[in-house]
């Protein structure tokens, strides 16, 4: 039998990864939110991985509980992750997926571009996503997981920060069509941030085509989640840290934002 595969959070994404995995042959052992880590490191303590699967608001506390012994074999795939945030809490070579597919409770999942994977554990999930007819693709070194990674959150930040602006329901293709100078001025902001957050600067044209490929690769993918505001209060927040001027921001939030105080 296959080692198993822990999975933290059984949420719709961990449902992906979790059917996939059964699916090539490994035990899938769930961690819930009401189970103790410690206690299922115990009766699992030598998996094939760790795939942690929480949300981002629940991310860094699952990294600062984890027990030792799972410490070394980890996987992760939150939205707007970058280097930073495992190396701070200590994980040196994690195994990380810049998801570019989105499931949600009720609906199947729909593809917008293949998920860029890379990590020790990296063919083990393209496999398991590959078997659900889910594109992957294993990538060969940190700097491409770095592209990767701003990428992705180049398009979630810049389409939802936008979203806030345009009429309810308003989908990536207007934006980009018919918004198209507010796009750019918004993720040049954006990508200013990131440069600092991953402190190198990336050919900003590659990016922009990048994002623009996940938008035409579903046309009719909605702007604005509910996580829009608290994503526009993180890119002020790092803003502000940096110095970075972002006037389109600061705009947008005045007009949109979470009231201060």
């Given at each position: 039998m296959k080692k198993p595969v822990v999975i933290i959070g059984m949420g719709e994404m961990g449902g992906v990864f979790a059917r996939g995995l059964l699916k090539?042959?490994?035990?899938?052992?769930?961690?819930?939110?009401?189970?103790?880590?410690?206690?299922?490191?115990?009766?699992?303590?030598?998996?094939?991985?760790?795939?942690?699967?929480?949300?981002?608001?629940?991310?860094?506390?699952?990294?600062?509980?984890?027990?030792?012994?799972?410490?070394?074999?980890?996987?992760?795939?939150?939205?707007?992750?970058?280097?930073?945030?495992?190396?701070?809490?200590?994980?040196?070579?994690?195994?990380?997926?810049?998801?570019?597919?989105?499931?949600?409770?009720?609906?199947?999942?729909?593809?917008?571009?293949?998920?860029?994977?890379?990590?020790?554990?990296?063919?083990?999930?393209?496999?398991?996503?590959?078997?659900?007819?889910?594109?992957?693709?294993?990538?060969?070194?940190?700097?491409?997981?770095?592209?990767?990674?701003?990428?992705?959150?180049?398009?979630?930040?810049?389409?939802?920060?936008?979203?806030?602006?345009?009429?309810?329901?308003?989908?990536?293709t207007t934006l980009w069509n018919e918004h198209n100078a507010l796009a750019r001025e918004v993720a040049d902001e954006i990508l200013a941030i990131q440069a600092y957050l991953t402190g190198r600067e990336q050919d900003p044209e590659k990016l922009i085509a990048g994002m623009v490929a996940g938008i035409e690769g579903d046309p009719t993918h909605k702007c604005m989640g509910r996580s829009a505001p608290a994503r526009l209060e993180r890119a002020l927040h790092f803003a502000n840290q940096a110095h970075i001027k972002v006037p389109r921001l600061r705009a947008i939030h005045a007009r949109h934002g979470r009231p201060r105080g």
């Open positions: 090539r042959g490994h035990p899938v052992y769930p961690v819930t939110r009401n189970m103790d880590m410690a206690r299922a490191a115990e009766a699992v303590p030598d998996p094939e991985l760790v795939l942690v699967a929480v949300g981002e608001n629940d991310l860094y506390g699952v990294m600062e509980d984890l027990p030792e012994v799972w410490r070394s074999r980890l996987g992760f795939l939150q939205n707007e992750l970058l280097p930073r945030d495992w190396l701070a809490h200590g994980f040196e070579h994690p195994t990380v997926v810049a998801v570019w597919f989105e499931k949600k409770k009720g609906q199947d999942t729909r593809v917008l571009i293949p998920s860029p994977i890379y990590g020790p554990a990296a063919p083990l999930l393209a496999e398991a996503l590959e078997i659900l007819d889910l594109p992957a693709q294993v990538l060969k070194s940190a700097l491409q997981l770095e592209f990767e990674l701003v990428r992705k959150n180049l398009y979630i930040l810049t389409t939802n920060i936008v979203g806030m602006e345009l009429a309810s329901g308003a989908d990536v």
